[in-house]
């Protein structure tokens, strides 16, 4: 019998990653079985390009109608019981509130129900962060509940062992851009062969010392290096600072506006570039699975972007914020290493294989 997968789309719909990483996620469990999502509170436009054609194979509830269905599927289950509640993607920040506290106890409350009543509760790859005194104590009561917990960075595994919990050591799944596939992907990327990699393609969360860096000496630097300059802004509140910055010195900018569109015109400038600069991890990875050339500018305490550059073997293409200089971004621009995107590759053959295992489908 095939699996009955759920899972809520609500994410931070602002952020072309979070997008490319629920699209990437649905495909893979469209893969182990039916796939009921929660789409309370989600955008249409979100929900129609994150299921991008896949109607027939996901089933769309409100979320009454998706727990209703989910604990009548419990209740009333075969002998072999096949629910599965995946938690969605991304990072499990330190719990900093009583409000959030409180939603942390509910949701293993909920939980509890879920795999008292014989269902498996999957964590889709993502981070942790341990919180401290009682708020720890119901964190590792929320996690107790989760039979596979995936967990995509060294940091975060150790965290959650710190807690006597087990996890699947695993990959970002955003490595899922990287496999060998025949089709042509999730958007129509048009570029001027003219352009490939004669530029430099910079996108920037904003953060202290980049904001005061002389922009300008850089749009100088760019023709001395025979490049031009792209800004590009892949999440909404980024979209400000990268504009002012690329009208400082005059560089083009495209953002993601949340229609396909805007995102194959950013996957377009992507796939011309021959540098991306950047300290967000899902703007390096989209723009390194078309071919750009990665450049991490971080702050030193970064380990989740650092840790990515290190895995694919571009060490020496990071730029620590609190040393950027301009001499440091041209050594950079001059010296820096193709990487090792294969690891990447196999990093989404093993997620892949991985997500099988946990649904009994390897």
């Not at 602002?14 to 009921?36: A, H, P």
């Not at 087990?166 to 596939?181: E, H, Y």
């Not at 540098?275 to 723009?287: D, K």
């Not at 950027?324 to 010296?335: E, F, I, P, Y």
Request: net charge positive; hydrophobic share 45%.
């Amino acid at each position: 019998m095939k699996a009955r997968i759920f899972i809520s789309l609500r994410t931070q719909f602002s952020n072309m990653g979070d997008l490319l990483i629920n699209y990437l996620l649905l495909g893979e469990l469209i893969e182990q079985g039916d796939v009921y999502v929660d789409a309370s509170g989600v955008p249409d436009w979100y929900l129609e390009l994150v299921i991008d054609g896949a109607n027939e194979n996901v089933k769309v509830l409100s979320r009454y109608s998706f727990m209703a269905k989910m604990l009548a599927f419990l209740i009333f289950k075969p002998k072999k019981n096949d629910v599965y509640l995946m938690l969605k993607p991304g990072g499990y920040m330190a719990i900093s509130s009583w409000k959030m506290l409180a939603i942390r106890l509910m949701q293993g409350v909920w939980l509890k129900v879920i795999t008292f009543l014989g269902g498996t509760v999957v964590r889709a790859p993502s981070s942790q962060q341990n919180s401290s005194g009682i708020s720890k104590v119901v964190d590792k009561f929320r996690l107790s509940n989760i039979a596979y917990q995936m967990i995509r960075d060294e940091v975060s595994v150790a965290e959650v062992n710190s807690m006597n919990l087990k996890c699947i050591s695993s990959f970002d799944l955003a490595s899922l851009l990287f496999r060998d596939k025949s089709e042509e992907g999730m958007f129509d990327v048009k570029i001027d062969p003219r352009l490939i990699r004669k530029s430099v393609t910079f996108s920037f969360r904003e953060r202290e010392g980049l904001a005061s860096f002389d922009w300008r000496a850089v749009a100088g630097l760019m023709p001395d290096l025979g490049y031009s300059c792209h800004f590009v802004s892949q999440v909404f509140g980024d979209n400000k600072f990268n504009l002012a910055l690329s009208k400082l010195i005059d560089c083009h900018y495209v953002e993601y506006t949340g229609s396909r569109a805007s995102i194959s015109e950013v996957m377009g400038v992507y796939s011309g570039t021959k540098f991306i600069v950047s300290n967000r991890l899902h703007v390096l990875m989209a723009a390194a699975s078309v071919g750009a050339t990665p450049i991490a500018v971080i702050s030193e305490s970064d380990v989740k972007v650092s840790s990515y550059m290190k895995v694919i073997g571009c060490r020496e293409n990071v730029i620590y914020i609190e040393a950027m200089t301009l001499d440091r971004l041209s050594q950079v621009l001059n010296v820096a290493s193709n990487c090792n995107l294969t690891t990447l590759g196999m990093q989404g053959d093993k997620l892949k294989k991985q997500i099988s295992k946990v649904f009994g489908n390897a």
